[in-house]
């Protein structure tokens, strides 16, 4: 069967970039008032053109919002299982040749952070890890997942890319949903920023939602490291072909994206686009558009005020109070992290401001009453 790579084939990085900035206002206006959004509303709803008409932008994004999730929001979080990584990624702190302590969690340990979760009211959890295939793999996944899975009832993953049979394995054991974020579709600024390990195989993560369509995996998830190319609005829109080509193939399978931005930081890379806060709302009600099933996610990188202002536009899923090393919910030790978040708010201080905007925070992504019984996983 084919897969998004013939698709991704015959993309043009160029093309599409001009064609994005060759949008007008009377495009951006046309799409504002089509009833279906496609692919040239988005690259209109994308484009220099929507900056001026970002009200109107986000009123319609609240309303379709409204209409296909409610008045709710969805709280998940991660937890760091390891910051071990064979990688070299240019962006990271966990890469291999950063000289950091480096930590796996044993069973005991990950057992008193599920608890210091658990006792925090979520009850949809997100395992990451760095990538490490011979000490964080298969192994260790089918040692621990089934004692994770029982505590949740909802679980998902963001580790390395992993074989077909491999997701058909872990999904038995009671994964839910795998997030696996392209970083960026141009094949070029991937390769400048992904220096060693595995990582370096463009294609090989390109291809991961379709193995994980094939091995029907629940919720896929997708994402661009916005900052990484030159141009985020055709990395978002490259992004945007992606999930119209595996919801077409994997229809039943549920999808959510994210933007995390690369941001200017002391002794860090410089991003070689940079997305603002503006063009973010921007990007997340014109996908709202776009795709209005599909979940959208924001994490604490961004901040309180930012956060608060967006979440009731466009947003479904939220982390809250993340903790981004191993074993940061039971014993705190900022020196193993991998970046630190910038909205610090404690979950019951990020739901209250939901409440506030007159949403309610959900804690859970789905429910065992709706036929997902422990017993048959
Ligand atoms: S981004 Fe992921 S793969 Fe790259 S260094 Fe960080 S943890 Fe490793």
Known sequence: MADFLQRWQQLNWDDITLRINAKTARDVEKALNSPKVGREELMALLSP?????????????QRL?????????????????????????TYCGFSMSNRIKRKTLDQQEIARECEAIRAMGFDNLLLVTGE?????????FRRHLPDIRAR???????????????????????????????ETYHEGSYRQ?????????????????????RAGIDKIG?????????????????????????????????????????????????PAS????????????????FAPEAELTLSTRESPHFRDHVIPLAITHVS??????????????????????????TPQQVASALQTAGLQPVWKDWDQFLGRAPQNI
């Not at 490490?132 to 260790?140: A, E």
């Not at 920023?193 to 193995?211: A, S, V």
């Not at 940079?274 to 558009?289: I, P, Y």
């Open 274 to 289: 940079l997305m603002s806060e503006k063009q973010l709302v921007q990007t997340l009600c014109a996908f709202r558009l």
């Open 193 to 213: 920023h992904h220096l060693k390990g595995n990582k370096q195989d463009f294609f090989f993560r390109l291809e991961t939602p379709d193995r994980l369509g």
């Open 49 to 61: 053109a929507a900056a001026a008409y970002l009200e109107p932008l986000a009123q319609r994004a």
């Open 132 to 140: 490490h295939q011979t000490k964080v793999g298969m192994d260790y």
């Open 152 to 182: 949740f009832s909802s679980l998902m993953m963001e580790v390395q890319p992993l074989a077909q049979e491999e997701y058909g394995e872990l999904k038995a054991l009671g994964l839910d949903g795998v997030l696996v974020y392209q």
């Open 65 to 89: 919002t409204r209409q296909r999730f409610g008045n709710t929001v969805s709280f998940y979080v991660p937890l760091y299982l390891s910051n071990l990584c064979a990688n070299d990624c």
């Open 320 to 345: 809250a109070f993340s903790k981004t090393q191993p074993g940061g919910y039971a014993d705190d030790r900022p020196e193993l992290e991998q970046f630190a978040p910038h909205d610090g708010r």
């Open 222 to 270: 997708l994402g661009t490291l916005n900052g990484l190319s030159d141009n985020w609005r055709t990395d978002c829109f490259m992004m945007a072909e992606h999930l119209l080509w595996l919801q077409q193939t994997y229809w039943q399978s549920r999808y959510s994206l994210a933007f995390p931005r690369l941001r200017p930081c002391a002794g860090g890379i410089q």
